[in-house]
């Protein structure tokens, strides 16, 4: 079946740290990819996606690669602030060819940036 | 409207009561899905809405859960005879499909005492 796996947090950094987020996935087909971040006390928020190996998505400074052959899409930043602190969730669609499916989560990772 | 909006944002009842979570996706959005998300857990699917119709509704926990769409646009998620554990935030998401991802809202806090 389809899954998401993602580091468990949380993770805590400080300001203008390096964070890098590990996310693997199983999937059948060719998935897409996503970040997704929750501000505390906030729905989420559609941070960066990727639809087919070797893109890269990025927003915000964030950056993550779609690599197919470690089926894996990790986020990284390369300097922190404070107001990153937020959970990051990994997700994927299966299969481009069911494009109204279900996103597939991980369990998110919580990131606590202290100034 | 330009985001999709929950109501309520809050809700308290008691063990055995029911209730009704609403959601107003983006105009538009075919596409409606319904999540949970306990404390401290992942997002766990619900059901999926296309248009007035629902091809996947795998995710309902039990049949004290149901939900429907009217009008291709606002959906209803009615919890029965709740119960502690069904105590979460409901998240509501709207899409285009394919590679556009989701349009969350911002949730409606359940607690059940």
């Known amino acids: 079946g389809n899954s998401v796996t993602q580091m468990e947090g949380p993770v805590t950094l400080s300001e203008e740290a390096f964070l890098t987020i590990n996310c693997t996935y199983t999937?059948?087909?060719?998935?897409?990819l996503f970040w997704y971040v929750q501000y505390p006390g906030e729905g989420l928020q559609l941070l960066l996606k990727?639809?087919?190996?070797?893109d890269k998505g990025s927003n915000k400074g964030f950056e993550a690669t779609y690599r197919k052959e470690t089926t894996s899409f990790h986020l990284e930043k390369g300097s922190v602030q404070v107001s990153d602190s937020a959970v990051y969730f990994c997700?994927?669609?299966?299969?481009?060819?069911?494009?109204?499916?279900?996103?597939?989560f991980g369990a998110g990772t919580q990131v606590v940036v202290t100034p | 409207g330009a985001g999709v909006s929950q109501s309520p944002s809050n809700k308290v009842t008691e063990k055995g009561k029911d209730v009704e979570l609403r959601c107003d996706p983006i105009?538009?959005?075919?596409?409606l899905y319904w999540y949970r998300q306990s404390l401290g857990q992942g997002l766990e699917f619900l059901i999926y809405?296309?248009?007035?119709?629902?091809?996947?509704k795998s995710g309902l926990p039990s049949d004290r859960f149901s939900a429907e769409r009217t009008g291709g646009s606002v959906s209803t998620l009615t919890i029965q005879r709740t119960q502690q554990e069904d105590s979460a935030v409901y998240l509501c998401?709207?899409?285009?499909?394919?590679?556009?991802?989701?349009?969350f809202g911002s949730g409606t806090r359940l607690t059940v005492v």
């Open positions: 990727a639809t087919k190996a070797d």
């Open positions: 105009s538009g959005h075919t596409a």
């Open positions: 997700a994927l669609n299966p299969s481009a060819t069911d494009s109204w499916g279900k996103l597939q």
């Open positions: 809405f296309q248009g007035n119709s629902a091809p996947d």
């Open positions: 998401a709207s899409s285009l499909g394919g590679s556009n991802g989701y349009t």
């Open positions: 999937a059948t087909g060719y998935p897409s």
